[in-house]
Nanobody, 126 residues
Framework: QVQLVESGGGLVQAGDSLRLSCAAS????????MGWFRQAPGKEREFVAG????????IFTDSVKGRFTISRDNAKNTVYLQMNSLKPEDTAVYYC???????????????????WGRGTQVTVSS
């Protein structure tokens, strides 16, 4: 079992930055593809960013390209989401997710992930 705990959310103004962290326990993340998803009120959970277990491959949803970066520190068992130039439409609960993979690949779909954190709220005011 893998336990994931997100942190770093908060209330910021448009244009500000936040860095979310996802700390894992129970297993080493070195063989886990990791991702960040978000869910706004009344909307489905959507993919934001994903990273392969080596960190060599990343994928971002179009709306955050150029503003968000995803990274990981396998030695610290932690994954990060750096969010810059935040917009009100980025407001959502952000979830960290992980899945064991033999291939060093990036996963982009909710159903591909086995482990989820409880989420951290990000609110961006205009």
């Amino acid at each position: 079992q893998v336990q994931l705990v997100e942190s770093g959310g908060g209330l910021v103004q448009a244009g500000d930055s936040l860095r979310l962290s996802c700390a894992a326990s129970g297993r080493t993340l070195s063989s886990y593809a990791m991702g960040w998803f978000r869910q706004a009120p009344g909307k489905e959970r959507e993919f934001v960013a994903g990273i392969s277990w080596s960190g060599g491959s990343t994928i971002f949803t179009d709306s955050v390209k150029g503003r968000f970066t995803i990274s990981r520190d396998n030695a610290k068992n932690t994954v990060y989401l750096q969010m810059n130039s935040l917009k009100p439409e980025d407001t959502a609960v952000y979830y960290c997710a992980g899945s064991f993979r033999l291939r060093d690949s990036v996963l982009t779909m909710v159903r591909e992930y086995d482990y989820w954190g409880r989420g951290t709220q990000v609110t961006v005011s205009s």
